[in-house]
């Protein structure tokens, strides 16, 4: 095998809005630098460096590769660390996948989270075949991670990719949107929906931090994309971030954020997903366990504004209709549980994520609508 510096110029990375690389080191984020300054709390920036839908994209004759990476997964007391999955596909056929289990964790337990230090893990992908073909390699959903060498056959060439011709979507949701839960990077819904429609997508899918936070709001505005898409509001029912008053208006200023730099692309605004915890009853949600959840009855707080997502999916509902009629034309709405609704509950392990089963109907649900050309 011959070592192939990180800052080749014919690796690119795709998904990510920041990335920083040596010849030795490759680390992505799907947030820009900048918004390092203005986030509220440690989990943002976790989740931001989580690789979800980061892809690794190269032309090579090589038919095998090898990686050694570095990542930092994270594991719930009395569970199993989360797999963390690495997902080649050849010429835009997945062909294999693997996993990286020696690394740091980050161990969550009753009384908080706690670091357990770990050690760099080499992967590795044969029977690539003969000839060039276009690899994309799929960074873990649900870990950081940093690659710190990257090897191919010997005497084999590495080429720029072609740029990817599909449209440029954006995605901003919830852990839903993050996808910890699909059996692999390319297993979440919206990996699924992209790779159907054809689209090169940009997932900032946040688990647990989807609160419309204007520093997303602005890279939105900036980023080079045809067409975004939001799934908003579990987070903000699931920790009461928000009551009635201020849930619509941060919506409209979220998409007023957006439209100032991007007036005409399509706009897609989707409500929450079944949730049986919080359909009728408000939030916060609270662990019953590691593994699920619950909550508690706050009849007080449903009187002061709290909000349920019945009520939350009529208030988005509201805000697209009023910005439709106001004359945005490429704004849509779609109701989550046109995706995931009451029957797929057997889905809901845990009351609250769908599992891969679910997110892989999800993403095929999602293709059907053929968004943006068709739909909306």
């Known amino acids: ?87 080649l596909s050849v010429d835009g056929v997945q062909k294999a996948s693997t996993e990286a289990s020696s690394g740091h964790t980050i161990l969550v337990t009753p009384t908080g989270p706690s670091f357990v230090p770990g050690n760099a893990s080499e992967i590795f992908f044969d029977d690539l075949g003969a000839g060039h073909k276009a690899l994309e390699l799929w960074l873990p959903q649900s870990a950081q991670v940093e690659l710190l060498e990257l090897s191919i056959s010997d005497g084999a060439q590495l080429l720029p990719s072609l740029q990817p011709s599909g449209l440029r979507w954006a995605h901003y949701g919830s852990s839903i949107s993050h996808g910890m839960e699909a059996k692999g990077p390319s297993w979440t819904w919206p990996a699924i929906a992209a790779r159907a429609l054809g689209h090169d997508l940009m997932n900032i899918g946040l688990a647990g931090q989807c609160h419309l936070d204007g520093f997303v709001a602005r890279s939105l505005r900036d980023g080079h994309f045809d067409a975004i898409s939001l799934e908003v509001g579990i987070n903000i029912i699931g920790a009461d971030t928000m009551r009635r008053r201020v849930f619509a208006s941060a919506l409209h200023s979220f998409l007023d954020t957006i439209r100032e730099g991007k007036p005409d692309v399509p706009l897609l605004v989707i409500s929450p997903i079944f949730c049986p915890l919080l359909e009728t009853r408000v939030g916060p949600l609270m662990r019953d366990s590691l593994a699920s959840y619950g909550t508690t009855e706050r009849p007080h707080s449903a009187a002061d504004g709290a909000l349920t997502l019945v009520e939350s999916r009529a208030i988005i509902s509201d805000v697209i209709t009023r910005r439709q009629n106001g004359g945005d034309a490429n704004l849509a709405y779609l109701d989550g549980l046109t995706l995931f609704g009451a029957a797929d509950e057997a889905d809901l392990p845990d009351h609250l994520h769908p599992n891969a089963a679910g997110q892989e109907r999800m993403g095929q649900r999602f293709a059907a609508l053929g968004w943006p050309s068709k739909y909306g």
């Not at 510096?5 to 947030?31: F, Q």
């Not at 986030?39 to 839908?53: F, N, R």
């Open 1 to 87: 095998m011959q070592s192939v510096p990180l800052d080749h110029a014919a690796l690119s990375v795709s998904g990510a809005m920041h990335v920083v690389r040596t010849p030795s080191s490759l680390k992505a984020w799907r947030l820009p630098a900048w918004t390092w300054a203005q986030s509220p709390d440690p989990a943002v920036d976790l989740m931001v460096g989580m690789t979800s839908g980061v892809r690794l994209c190269f032309t090579t004759d090589a038919e095998a590769l090898s990686l050694k990476v570095l990542e930092t997964g994270i594991q719930l007391a009395g569970t199993p660390r989360r797999p963390v999955t690495f997902d």
